[in-house]
């Protein structure tokens, strides 16, 4: 379970200022890529940091639940890198690029007594940061800051996709968010890509040879 260990490597019982970085939705066809930053405060509640963790291990309910309490307890920052992003300069940079943003709107308005000490990034890449940055694989299991960051940028992502769904109900976007699920393979199949769906990945390129059941990869 993830604690405050690498947080506190960095200074943070010091009261020097740490935040968590992570981003969600690299691997799905369709929709952004999200990132957030989180600044837990020193008065968290501990009941509270006992239930974040990777927010791929939490049911929807539990994360939903923890990321409304986690935006309003602690300074995050919420930021994208969108479709045309991703096909423009690949999923990696673009998750990198979502990351920095997160980071810097997190240092403009972080409401911090002082600047950003050190962020922690989920992986083993670092994005642009205003301060010293280091990088955590599988982080999201480790710091509590970058479980809180993952938590925020799922249920956001998650809500993004589900407002596509509105617009193309055809795709199931609310159901698989975007991942390369049969059935969404099989909707891209039959109706063809839209706006929203990443044309640099290999399934949404070459739809009309589609065979069900094929992973969802970057080219």
């Not at 968290?44 to 639940?65: M, T, V």
């Not at 479709?83 to 690029?97: F, K, P, R």
């Not at 929203?196 to 969802?216: M, T, Y």
Request: charged letters at 20%; one cysteine or more; glycine letters at 10%.
């Amino acid at each position: 379970m993830p604690d405050f260990h690498l947080e506190n490597l960095h200074g943070r019982r010091e009261g020097r200022v740490i935040a968590g970085c992570d981003e969600a939705g690299r691997g799905p066809l369709a929709g952004p890529v999200v990132a957030a930053a989180v600044i837990i405060p020193p008065d968290f509640p501990g009941e509270i940091a006992s239930r974040l963790d990777d927010s791929k291990r939490l049911a929807r309910a539990e994360r939903e639940a923890l990321s409304a309490i986690i935006l309003n307890t602690c300074a995050c920052a919420i930021s994208r890198a969108g479709v045309a992003e991703i096909d423009t300069v690949n999923i990696l940079q673009a998750s990198l690029m979502a990351m920095g943003r997160a980071v810097a709107r997190l240092e403009n308005g972080s409401g911090a007594a002082r600047k950003l000490d050190a962020v922690l990034v989920d992986g083993n890449r670092l994005p642009p940061a205003p301060c010293a940055a280091h990088a955590c694989i599988r982080g999201d299991a480790k710091s509590l800051s970058i479980a809180a960051a993952s938590i925020i940028a799922k249920a956001a992502r998650d809500a993004i996709m589900r407002g596509l769904h509105e617009d193309f109900p055809q795709y199931g976007f609310a159901r698989h968010m975007g991942y390369g699920t049969a059935a969404h393979l099989a909707a891209l199949r039959e109706h063809g890509p839209c706006p929203h769906h990443r044309r640099s990945f290999a399934p949404v390129r070459n739809w009309k040879s589609l065979a069900v059941g094929e992973a969802g990869q970057a080219a």
